[in-house]
């Protein structure tokens, strides 16, 4: 009975000991709850220790308005490329200094200037991913299109509205630049760095020698047969004036963008690109098979046989070219393609030339090519599936396409490299001795190789520097006759792309073997016949069938 009475005492006791604990942290719960409460007050109320989200944060932790970003510091790994003038690390640059304070979202960089394409590639197959793929060209449309329906890159058009608003309003405002970077699947896996500006909207310039035109009392010529004439001319009076025939009357990079001669076949009723891809009343065309295409070869062919073409124009490179074209005492060109006329005569020389209007051919024509006005990018900034942190990832690169931080991470820090005006516009400080301009926006900047929007709005703000005023002088020769017929910049699905790859590779090489041979033999005449018929045995049909159907999906896009 006693063994009984004593066991009963004891359960009483742990009982008593239970209640005892359980409401010792009850009181203890309510005690710092009634702290939280009084903190929060002190938080609200903008006391000394405010601590906690910001208001607004989402439910990820992301700041869905103003900076920091985050409350607490979160770190991404950046996978980038360098550009050559980039002198300093990512890291010890100001503008990405300055960035990480206002985020509080701290990059780990790795960038590279060589070998980034096999380190890329690398990382895909191994898939040991970064967080972010970073900056212009720091991916290829066929990795886009390869590893963002496997899943690899996360598709962004749905995060884009609510994590990066000012990117959706861009790219609300632009359905052009929406459409360019949107996949056939429909999704979304980069947002694109662009640069706006009037003058991107014309490519090469043909400039001629107006010291030989005067010296030889010549006009400038304003038709083909006058051109004709006037290479003769250049290439017989010694206009150089240094006894020696060794004037060229025309050169040009062949097949080169800004150094060749696409829009020279705009005489003849066919405006031409490196790619060789028109788009005429909504129907695609391959212009090497088109007649004007031919009638503008037979002409080159007619001057290149008379020697009034440089007899290297096949074979020099661009070093060769401009080496040529600053040739030290005597200028040896009298005609020649280019974007601004020092980079391929020199500073010695330059003077002499000026833009040389489209000529007209015998039909009437008169065209030149016209560009979209900007420079885009597809891939500036991608976000892998290996990122734990989308969300801040999209909301960090929305605060780099507001005005002042895109200025500053294209053309360096405003105080260091740009200066802020009264009026609201922006001009470059001045670049310091012993450095060029390009050198000088890098070294406190990505620029070329960082993720931007710089739209007309923000370009229209940013003073003109030399470059682009004489390119806005050339743009008023050219603009009375430029027409855009290039094929838009479209994303191929991977099935498309792998077999785009397999027919151009034998198209593409077919015609630029045959055009110089035509020109430097003069038979596009005899050959033209068999040369269609190669191009339809090699599917010109099916290239320009995928073309054609991706073309008229990319307009059905809104």
Known sequence: MQTKDNSKGDLVAMQSKKWTKIGFILVL?????????????????????????????????????????????????????????????????????????????????????????????????????????????????????????????????????????????????????????????????????????????????????????????????????????????????????????????????????????????????????????????????????????????????????????????????????????????????????????????GAEHMAQYVPLPPLKGTGGSQLWNEYNPHYFTRAGFAITSENRHPEVSLRWVDELYKEKNALQWAYGPIGTTLKENPDGGYSFLPTPEGMNFDEFRHSEAPGNTTATAILMDTADKLESNEAKLERMEYLKVYEPFMENTTYPNILFSAEDTERMAILKADIMSYVLQMQPNWIMNGTVDKEWDGFIKKLDDMGLKEMLDILQSNYERYQSLK
Not at 42 to 53: L, Q, T
Not at 137 to 161: F, H, V
């Open 29 to 345: 719960a309510f005690t710092l709850l009634l702290s939280a409460c009084s903190s929060d007050k002190k938080n609200n109320e903008g006391g000394e220790n405010k601590k906690g989200p910001a208001s607004g944060e989402d439910a990820s932790g992301v700041n869905l308005t103003g900076l920091p970003i985050v409350s607490d510091q979160v770190t991404l790994k950046f996978m980038t490329t360098k550009a050559a003038q980039q002198k300093k690390p990512h890291e010890e640059m100001k503008v990405v200094k300055d960035f990480e304070t206002e985020t509080n979202v701290h990059i780990e960089w790795d960038a590279a200037v060589e070998g980034y394409a096999e380190k890329k590639n690398l990382m895909f197959a191994g898939g040991e991913l970064p967080d972010v793929f970073f900056g212009a060209e720091s991916l290829t449309d066929d990795d886009l299109m390869k590893y963002g329906p496997q899943g690899m890159l996360i598709a962004l058009e749905d995060l884009i509205p609510k994590f990066a608003p000012h990117i959706h309003e861009i790219l609300e405002a632009n359905p052009e630049i929406k459409k360019m970077i949107t996949a056939p699947d429909g999704h979304i896996y980069s947002i694109p760095q662009i640069q706006e500006g009037p003058e991107q909207a014309l490519g090469e310039v043909m400039f001629i020698n107006k010291a030989w035109l005067d010296k030889l009392g010549l006009p400038v010529p304003a038709t083909t047969e006058e051109f004709e004439q006037t290479l003769k001319a250049f290439k017989e009076k010694d206009p150089n004036g240094n006894n020696k025939a060794d004037e060229i009357p025309l050169s040009f990079l062949y097949g080169n963008t800004l150094n060749g001669i696409s829009s020279f076949h705009g005489a003849f009723g066919l405006l031409d690109t490196p790619a060789h891809i028109s788009v005429k009343d909504d129907k695609v065309v391959f212009n090497p098979a088109q007649t004007e295409y031919k009638e503008a070869t037979a002409y080159l062919g007619k001057l290149f046989t008379q020697g009034l073409i440089d007899k290297e124009v096949f074979t020099h490179d661009r070093n060769v070219y401009f080496a040529k074209g600053k040739n030290e005492g005597v200028a040896l060109y009298g005609v020649f393609s280019g974007f601004r006329a020092v980079n391929v005569v």
